[in-house]
């Protein structure tokens, strides 16, 4: 029943997509900005979209109605890209993972073990002349990013524990839809089963997969620490969530309009990251409430199994190996500093 309220939910909304672009009422003069994204409402995401939405509306309001779509309510990530590529959607904020298949440059961010700290992690996503460029790699395909949230580090949970590599011989692992993210599964041993973010509950509920990974925020707001009470953190990867955005909205904008919607994206990673390490305390208490068990472990024979895939990716995509340098560097710059 849930699956077909969603699926009547999608197709309504998608159906007012159509009908913006074949025409409007004299009545409605403002310019409807939609964003979507796979999160709660309770989630740092939509807070960060709000901001968003509250700086674009406070400044021009009388042109622009910006609109939220959480909970994958216009489609799965992978399919929102496309809706941005064409302008049917404006934004959308999605995994790193997902933006790949549009440009392999966004590989850099599924390298497992790729920062040493979140120190260098933070100070990498911050570094414009570095990530502007990343950012600007999609341009040719439609969309761009415009900014960065934070989305943690991600970690394994399953039905089962997982204290080590071993544990996840022959497991179904659900993994974003990633050629990288996949081969990393491979070398730990595990079986990667791509699939939309909205489809793990279930998938764990019914046996189709043992378990996934993510942060820990997976465990209460989407709720998957009711079906996986087993959560470890091997902390195998930092990705980022991008915010991007259609190229011809953005390059329609007034030079004025453009400034007030850049400043809304700076103000949407502020807000979700002020929420963000909140919210992981929050969501750490509430799973174990839930019964989760959280696991410390020795993250070395996890890093010793998937660090053959840097120098495979390296060799396989010339283009990451500048950058990969430059993180390279960041993270000897903070654990000089003491950078955990």
Same mark, same amino acid.
């Given at each position: ?12 909304? $998608? #159906?007012? =997509?159509? &009908? ?9 003069? !403002?310019?409807? /900005?939609? *964003? ?10 939509? $807070? #960060?979209? =709000?901001? &968003? ?9 009388? !042109?622009?109605? /910006?609109? *939220? ?13 496309? =809706? ?14 997902? /933006? ?241």
């Amino acid at each position: 029943m849930l699956k077909f309220m969603k699926k009547t939910i999608i197709i309504l909304a $998608l #159906g007012s =997509l159509i &009908f913006s672009f074949t025409g409007c009422t004299s009545v409605e003069k !403002k310019r409807i /900005v939609r *964003i979507s994204h796979s999160q709660s409402q309770e989630h740092p995401d939509h $807070l #960060g979209l =709000l901001a &968003f939405e509250k700086y674009v509306e406070s400044r021009l309001g009388d !042109k622009y109605d /910006v609109q *939220i779509f959480p909970n994958e309510l216009l489609g799965p990530s992978v399919k929102t890209l496309e =809706l941005t590529q064409t302008g049917a959607i404006d934004y959308v904020l999605t995994s790193t993972g997902n /933006v790949e298949t549009f440009d392999n440059i966004y590989q850099i961010f599924s390298l497992p073990y790729l920062f040493d700290s979140t120190e260098a992690y933070h100070a990498v996503m911050e570094d414009k002349k570095l990530i502007n460029g990343i950012y600007e790699s999609t341009k040719a395909s439609g969309f761009q990013g415009v900014t960065w949230f934070d989305a943690g580090t991600r970690n394994f949970y399953a039905k089962t524990p997982i204290k080590t590599p071993k544990d996840l011989k022959s497991k179904k692992i659900r993994v974003i839809q990633s050629p990288v993210n996949v081969r990393m599964m491979q070398l730990l041993g595990a079986s990667a089963t791509p699939m939309s973010f909205g489809e793990v509950y279930t998938a764990i509920q019914q046996g189709v997969i043992d378990g996934a990974e993510n942060n820990e925020l997976a465990l209460t707001n989407n709720k998957h620490g009711e079906v996986a009470k087993n959560y470890v953190y091997n902390q195998h990867q930092m990705v980022p969530d991008i915010l991007v955005a259609n190229v011809k909205f953005l390059e329609g904008l007034s030079t004025e309009d453009r400034k007030v919607f850049d400043g809304a994206a700076k103000e949407a990673t502020k807000v979700e990251r002020e929420n963000w390490d909140k919210q992981v305390k929050e969501a750490i208490k509430k799973a174990k409430g839930m019964g989760v068990k959280f696991r410390e472990t020795d993250i070395k024979p996890f890093k010793e199994k998937v660090m053959p895939l840097h120098k495979e990716l390296l060799s396989q995509n010339k283009k990451l190996k500048p950058i990969y340098d430059k993180i390279q560097e960041v993270n000897k710059k903070y654990s000089v500093k003491g950078g955990k």
